[in-house]
């Protein structure tokens, strides 16, 4: 399957789904750490912090995501990578059009393209102790272009 970016990607199992991503020379992706399976070929790896500053690391903690984001790059040539969810369920690409932010669900990010922004926001006291969410949600947006989600 081809998703926005022109990544190229395969889905394999159920209900503990794994994803393969093809690299090529140039071509990157973000993803929380402890998703990656494995990887081969020319990709390098780059660890950030995953929000703006310390508030916004904390944050998106607090929202049930890591403090650390990986970038997988394909520096050195062609390669592929093989992720997964840390809990049961399937995986899917998601598009994220500029302008219509995605909410995403606690522990749900795996990986996206390196242009998506992810931010964590107060969901409020009320609504936090209802929804079993955390005080804190993940949202996801495009800036320019159209930007992937899995």
Same mark, same amino acid.
């Given at each position: 399957?081809?998703?926005? @970016?022109?990544?190229?990607?395969r889905?394999?199992?159920e209900?503990? @789904? ?6 090529? =020379?140039?071509?990157? $992706?973000?993803?929380? @750490?402890?998703?990656?399976? *494995?990887?081969?070929?020319? #990709?390098?790896?780059? @660890?950030?912090k995953?929000?703006k500053g &310390? ?5 998106? +903690?607090?929202?049930?995501?890591g403090?650390? #984001?990986?970038?997988w790059?394909?520096?050195?040539g062609?390669? #592929? #990578?093989?992720?997964?969810a840390?809990?049961? /369920?399937? &995986?899917e690409?998601?598009? !994220?059009e ?5 909410? $995403? ?7 996206? +393209?390196?242009?998506? $922004?992810t931010? +964590?926001k *107060? =969901?409020?006291? /009320?609504?936090?102790?209802? +929804? ?13 272009? !159209?930007?992937?989600? *899995?």
């Open positions: 399957m081809q998703t926005a @970016t022109g990544l190229e990607w889905k394999y199992g209900p503990f @789904t794994m994803i393969e991503i093809d690299l090529n =020379q140039g071509q990157g $992706i973000k993803a929380e @750490t402890g998703a990656m399976i *494995f990887h081969k070929g020319g #990709i390098d790896v780059v @660890t950030r995953a929000g &310390v508030l916004g690391t904390v944050k998106r +903690s607090l929202g049930g995501e403090l650390f #984001i990986n970038e790059l394909a520096n050195r062609n390669g #592929i #990578i093989g992720l997964a840390p809990y049961q /369920g399937d &995986v690409c998601v598009s !994220v500029p302008g219509k932010d995605w909410l $995403i669900s606690r522990g749900g990010y795996i990986a996206s +393209s390196l242009g998506l $922004i931010t +964590s *107060f =969901q409020g006291v /009320g609504k936090a102790l209802l +929804s079993r969410e955390g005080a804190f949600l993940l949202y996801a947006h495009a800036e320019q272009k !159209v930007e992937d989600l *899995f």
